[in-house]
């Protein structure tokens, strides 16, 4: 008899344990399932970004760098459904120039100087910019796959824009790799010697439209074992 309801309770044991097992499985399943309605999020790597631009005037141009401080995108269904990229304003380079020269527009971008302030990008005011991605369409246009179009914010003034890109999305990975595009910056206030509201200012202006380019990286979250 004694052995009869020890087997018994063997069997109620195992019972629990595979239950508990099942449930605790079913819970991972229904939390990977939610995750992956919601999209998957890949982090944006500042090292592996860049985002390059390029600003002309009659006598010639000037190009440089931005640094990417953070940003994320979400992949759905196998495509990018959205994503920030915050660019740090106080990383400005001009990449053509050396020496005073070089110091010295850079200081003029960024507004630190004892002068002209807010000529430019201002960044003791506003230190960051950022991309939020609206939506992602297949491009018709030649060499890339997809036009991001998304609110960019700078000096607190946001404008909808759209970038020519190419988008690669693997499990470990998403690129997006733009065409150059163009951006007015009087549509940001940035309207220093523009010879649209500086009519007087003769061969001397900068031309309003800046051109951008950008590569960006983000790497997937690494993967975690649900709890047994």
Same mark, same amino acid.
């Given at each position: 008899m004694r052995s009869i309801v020890n087997?018994? +309770? #063997?069997? +109620?044991?195992?019972?629990?344990? /595979?239950?508990?097992?099942?449930?605790?499985?079913?819970?991972? &399943?229904?939390?990977? *399932?939610a995750a992956t309605a919601q999209g998957v999020e890949y982090t944006i790597t500042p090292e592996t970004a860049k985002v390059t631009w390029e600003g002309s005037k009659p006598t010639g141009k000037h190009v440089g760098t931005v640094n990417v401080a953070k940003g994320i995108?979400?992949?759905? &269904?196998?495509?990018?459904?959205?994503?920030?990229?915050?660019l740090d304003m106080n990383t400005i380079t001009v990449t053509d120039l050396t020496g005073d020269d070089k110091a010295g527009l850079e200081e003029h971008l960024k507004?630190?100087?004892?002068?002209?302030?807010?000529?430019?990008?201002?960044?003791?005011?506003?230190?960051?910019?950022?991309?939020e991605i609206i939506s992602v369409t297949p491009s018709t246009e030649a060499g890339v796959n997809s036009m991001v179009k998304g609110n960019l914010t700078i000096?607190? /003034?946001?404008? *909808? #824009?759209?970038?020519?890109?190419?988008?690669?999305?693997?499990?470990?990975?998403? #690129? #997006?790799?733009?065409?150059?595009?163009? /951006?007015?910056?009087? &549509?940001?206030?940035?309207?220093?010697a523009s010879k649209n509201f500086f009519k007087e200012i003769g061969d001397k202006f900068i031309e309003d439209a800046i051109s951008f380019q950008l590569m960006v990286e983000a790497k997937a979250a690494p993967a975690t074992t649900p709890a047994q």
């Open positions: 087997l018994f +309770l #063997v069997v +109620l044991v195992a019972v629990a344990v /595979i239950s508990c097992k099942d449930n605790a499985s079913k819970a991972a &399943d229904a939390t990977a *399932e995108f979400t992949v759905k &269904d196998g495509s990018l459904a959205a994503g920030t990229v915050v507004g630190t100087g004892a002068e002209g302030a807010d000529d430019f990008f201002s960044v003791t005011k506003f230190p960051m910019a950022r991309f000096k607190d /003034i946001t404008k *909808e #824009v759209t970038i020519p890109a190419n988008i690669t999305i693997n499990n470990e990975m998403v #690129v #997006v790799t733009s065409n150059p595009f163009t /951006i007015n910056r009087t &549509d940001w206030g940035i309207k220093y």
